[in-house]
């Protein structure tokens, strides 16, 4: 899975050091691809990550195959 981000999620990403590529890529793989509200292109990853039992929630849009560009990404709980 190769993954490219957004200015927003570089700016955040200093802020949730505790969400890395493997949290991303599991959330996308294992969650159903949910359309997002705002934008039509992006959509919406939401899944329980099993050794931590929190939430998260992300927004990307799909570049191809294999290929994401991660808008933000942020925990619910």
Avoid at 2 to 20: A, L, P
Avoid at 24 to 30: F, K, P, S
Avoid at 35 to 53: E, Q, T
Wanted: charged share 30%; glycine share 6%; aromatic share 14%.
């Amino acid at each position: 899975m190769q993954f490219e981000y957004s200015r927003h999620w570089i700016i955040k990403k200093g802020y949730r050091v505790d969400i890395t590529d493997d949290i991303l890529g599991y959330a996308i793989t294992n969650s159903e691809e949910l359309k997002d509200k705002r934008w039509k292109d992006a959509s919406n990853a939401i899944c329980r990550i099993p050794y931590s039992g929190r939430i998260i929630k992300v927004v990307y849009k799909r570049g191809g195959k294999n290929k994401y560009k991660i808008i933000t990404a942020y925990w619910l709980d």
